[in-house]
């Protein structure tokens, strides 16, 4: 079955240190990969995309993720973080077949000052 | 302004009693979904639909119902609610071939 891991549930990070957030899948095919962000009392926000192409994907707020077949992964990275980045972060992987898409657990992100 | 909206935002029922919960876009998307999000189980799919009058279960879509009879709506339906239907709801809508999911703001439901 199709399924998405976010193994850490909580990370803490001081203000203006770098960030990586991991994101596993489990997918027969190349999926559709996304990462958004929810601030608190927010709604959903997408961060960015990978359909195709170029691994390494830039999205928005300065962060990139990038999609490695060979480990099924597609980590969240920045290399700066700022105060106003703590929120829950929540990698999914959409399935083409049928426009279905499944989301990790989320992955809540703390930032000291 | 593109949007997805929900009403409403934050509701208290009883058990038993039948709500709905109101989602509407402005984008003319085909696909429209809804998730549940609960702590510690992250976002869970109830339902969702490619187009108008084409529906499907998602991973939990016990005790709820939806209808898609126009392009803009997709209504959450909760006939019988109880308990542990108490979650953060959010409708979601995206054109097929671009993939970006629009999410609404969220409606927030307790039932006692």
């Known amino acids: 079955a199709q399924s998405v891991t976010q193994p850490d549930i909580h990370i803490t990070v001081s203000e203006g240190a770098s960030l990586e957030l991991r994101c596993n899948y489990s997918?027969?095919?190349?999926?559709?990969l996304f990462w958004y962000v929810q601030s608190p009392g927010q709604g959903l926000q997408l961060l960015l995309k990978?359909?195709?192409?170029?691994?390494l994907v830039q999205g928005i707020k300065g962060f990139e993720a990038e999609f490695k077949r060979s480990q099924s992964s597609f980590n969240l990275r920045k290399p700066s973080v700022h105060w106003s980045d703590a929120a829950e972060y929540f990698c999914a992987v959409g399935l083409n077949r049928d426009d279905k898409i499944i989301f990790g657990k989320g992955t809540r992100l703390h930032i000291l000052p | 302004e593109a949007q997805v909206t929900q009403n409403p935002r934050y509701l208290i029922t009883v058990t038993g009693k039948k709500l709905t919960v109101t989602c509407s876009q402005n984008?003319?998307?085909?696909?429209m979904s809804w998730y549940r999000q609960d702590p510690g189980l992250g976002l869970r799919q109830i339902y969702y639909s490619m187009n108008v009058e084409v529906t499907d279960k998602g991973d939990v879509p016990e005790g709820y119902k939806v209808s898609r009879k126009e392009k803009r709506n997709f209504p959450l339906i909760l006939e019988s609610p109880s308990p542990n239907q108490t979650s953060l709801y959010f409708c979601a809508s995206s054109s097929r071939q671009g993939g970006k999911q629009y999410f609404g703001p969220g409606t927030r439901l307790t039932v006692t």
């Open positions: 990978y359909f195709s192409g170029d691994t």
């Open positions: 997918y027969g095919a190349t999926p559709y």
């Open positions: 984008m003319n998307h085909e696909y």
